[in-house]
């Protein structure tokens, strides 16, 4: 996140957990540097981060992809602002991308069948048709959406999700969900 780009939103200090990096590049899960859902301690004002100057390298570097547009010149309608908006878009690092996965973080003070509803409804409908998994991470429940044949799919995870806990060798079972009111 930077200032001149997010001005006063700081939502993505308070919805994903963050991790350090080890000295092997790899992220800690043991030690979260802030916790999933938890504001971050460095964000007092909930308007601008305390620390900015010598803030984290990883929030330094990370754009939610409203941010990201409005940085590449291309920016996303304002309805995606996350101030606005109580969620951002990201995916979230290079396996997830080649993996064809895309994460939402949405505030737990806002219900997400916002998704259901324009414009946000176009946007998801056509990341799903184009191949996109979208992952959601609504307070602390996650879910996944994928388009299978006609279908769009909602799978839910357990719970409590453990961040960092799933790759092949060992998946985390899913409960298919369709159609569910949550
Ligand atoms: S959620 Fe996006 S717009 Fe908001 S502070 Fe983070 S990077 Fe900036
Ligand atoms: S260190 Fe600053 S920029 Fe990073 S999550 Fe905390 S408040 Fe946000």
């Excluded at 990096?21 to 030690?31: F, H, S």
């Excluded at 998994?133 to 279908?151: D, E, F, P, T």
Aim: with cysteine; charged share 30%; glycine share 6%.
């Amino acid at each position: 996140m930077s200032k001149d780009i997010c001005g006063d939103c700081t939502l993505c200090c308070k919805l994903p957990p963050i991790f350090n990096e080890k000295r092997d590049g790899t992220l800690d899960y043991d030690k979260p540097f802030k916790e999933f859902n938890e504001w971050c301690k460095n964000c007092s004002t909930k308007k601008g981060c305390d620390i900015y100057d010598d803030r984290p390298d990883i929030c330094k570097g990370f754009y939610c992809l409203y941010a990201q547009s409005k940085l590449e010149g291309d920016p996303m309608d304002e309805a995606f602002y996350p101030k606005k908006s109580k969620f951002f878009v990201t995916i979230e690092n290079e396996a997830r991308l080649k993996e064809g996965q895309v994460s939402i973080y949405i505030d737990e003070t806002r219900h997400y069948d916002v998704f259901t509803k324009a414009p946000y409804n176009t946007f998801v409908k056509n990341l799903l048709d184009n191949g996109w998994k979208i992952i959601l991470n609504a307070g602390k429940k996650v879910y996944l959406y994928q388009k299978i044949g006609n279908r769009y799919a909602e799978f839910k995870y357990p719970e409590p999700f453990v961040f960092g806990k799933r790759n092949v060798a060992n998946p985390i079972p899913m409960e298919i969900v369709f159609g569910s009111k949550h």
